[in-house]
């Protein structure tokens, strides 16, 4: 039995004081909460124009993506191969691929550009030889580019989970051989389009130099001359397996300007651009001036109201922590299940002025009822920045921004700053926004 009025947060919380970075709660049973803004790699596979999505799985798999298409309304450009238990005692798993994406494409009133093609955890157990399969698919259809995705749970702790993995074949149809265009740079592996306010963009543009993104691309053709841009910038940690497969097929360099909250970094990455492109980079004083005085004005409406924040909301949830309480904000928790590298150094530094900044799972079995029970005893006004964290704490008043919301550099701080003033005074629809799966996926 759970005591809700003297809870026993073991395991699912901790002090940043005594957390550790690398493994700061217990792990076993997984909670997953209501909150679905995240896209998933069905999301972003509708990114690439003019293509379709064949998913080859045990049906009981396929109901997850097939809700998201539907949900999305794009359920003319997806289709399902349901592998039943007779293909596994058979072992006719290949055949059952080509025959099956045959007939779905021989169905299709309009024959795509491009098809991705997910298989699952069966076809790698059973050592399906997926060469064979593909190399099968381009001769019946030698118009239609294909290539192999996957929607493989075991992939979740490897190297390359899931969500980098689909970021990387969604680049896949990219080929050498165009002549390099020198006034062009591609953004790579974002889900949602870049602000052209951010600062990195300004500089760019200031300089004569336009930018290709599959989040703009309105056909298959504007996709495929990403392959010409003279280089890709990389800021989404996700994205930089797409880079990297990028530079060794097609010799395509990048550089990798992470997404950050550090004032000094972000003046560093600008200076590195800049120096890459070996163009006049941006006034970043008075970016950075702007910035100030938008956390000022912010620091000054909130004053004590406790501010929260979680992962989905940014790659840097410990680095946007850091700078809010630097400015005065009575930062409270930060809800992430794990942090990636770069947060070490706001993590260290956190722990030493801040010992008492919370940190809590989003994942943990006590998650599903302890926060908002603690939420509604409390009964206090709390601001969330990310849909997980407004979710736990039960509140209204919330920034609606996932995996960075398209900024960067002092424009995303500056921008956060305003968004954080117009959660204050304005409440939202938290259970309407937050159940809408993979926020702002249009296709």
Same mark, same amino acid.
Request: glycine letters at 8%; charged letters at 25%; one cysteine or more.
């Given at each position: ?282 006034? $970043? /004083?008075?970016? =950075?001036? &702007?910035?100030?005085? @938008? ?8 004053? #004590? +109201? ?67 029970? $603690? /939420?509604?005893? =409390?009964? &206090?006004?709390?601001? @969330? ?8 704490? #039960? +509140? ?24 954080l003033c117009d959660a204050f005074i304005n409440e939202k629809d ?14």
């Open positions: 039995m759970i005591d809700l009025h003297n809870p026993d947060w073991s395991g699912a919380s901790v002090r940043i004081a005594e957390a550790d970075f690398e493994s700061p709660y217990e792990y076993g049973l997984e909670y997953g909460s209501p909150a679905r803004g995240l896209w998933n790699i069905v999301h972003t596979g509708m990114l690439l124009p003019e293509s379709h999505q064949i998913f080859v799985c045990a049906q009981g798999c396929l109901r997850g993506v097939v809700l998201t298409a539907a949900e999305m309304g794009a359920q003319e450009r997806f289709s399902t191969v349901a592998v039943c238990e007779n293909n596994v005692l058979d072992g006719d798993m290949e055949a059952l691929i080509i025959d099956g994406v045959t007939d779905v494409l021989n169905r299709l009133p309009k024959k795509p550009r491009a098809v991705l093609v997910f298989t699952s955890c069966i076809h790698h157990f059973m050592g399906c030889d997926l060469d064979y399969v593909y190399a099968q698919l381009r001769g019946r259809f030698p118009d239609i580019y294909f290539t192999d995705c996957y929607m493989n749970p075991i992939m979740r702790k490897t190297k390359t989970p899931p969500d980098p993995m689909m970021r990387m074949r969604l680049y896949s149809f990219l080929e050498a051989g165009e002549p390099r265009d020198e006034s062009c740079l591609n953004i790579i592996g974002n889900n949602y389009p870049t602000e052209l306010s951010s600062d990195f963009m300004r500089m760019l543009r200031g300089a004569g130099l336009e930018t290709r993104d599959i989040t703009r691309c309105g056909s298959f053709d504007d996709y495929r001359l990403m392959a010409r841009s003279r280089a890709n910038i990389v800021y989404m940690p996700a994205a930089l397996p797409a880079a990297r497969d990028l530079k060794e097929r097609l010799g395509q360099d990048y550089i990798y300007i992470p997404l950050s909250y550090d004032y000094g970094e972000i003046e560093k990455n600008i200076a590195a651009l800049a120096a890459y492109l070996e163009i006049p980079a941006i006034d $970043a /004083a008075a970016l =950075r001036s &702007e910035a100030e005085g @938008a956390l000022s004005m912010a620091s000054r409406l909130l004053r #004590d +109201t406790p501010v929260v924040l979680d992962y989905t909301a940014t790659p840097r949830p410990l680095g946007l922590a850091e700078l809010l309480l630097e400015h005065g904000f009575n930062v409270r928790s930060v809800y992430a299940d794990a942090f990636i590298a770069e947060e070490r150094p706001a993590f260290e530094r956190l722990r030493a002025k801040y010992p008492s900044l919370e940190l809590c799972a989003t994942v943990h079995p006590k998650m599903g009822l302890l926060p908002r029970a $603690a /939420a509604r005893e =409390r009964k &206090e006004k709390i601001v @969330a920045i990310g849909q997980k964290a407004a979710y736990f704490c #039960d +509140t209204e008043y919330f920034v609606n921004m996932l995996e960075g919301g398209g900024r960067w550099g002092f424009d995303a701080i500056t921008h956060i700053a305003e968004e938290t259970k309407g926004i937050i159940q809408i799966k993979g926020w702002g996926c249009c296709c």
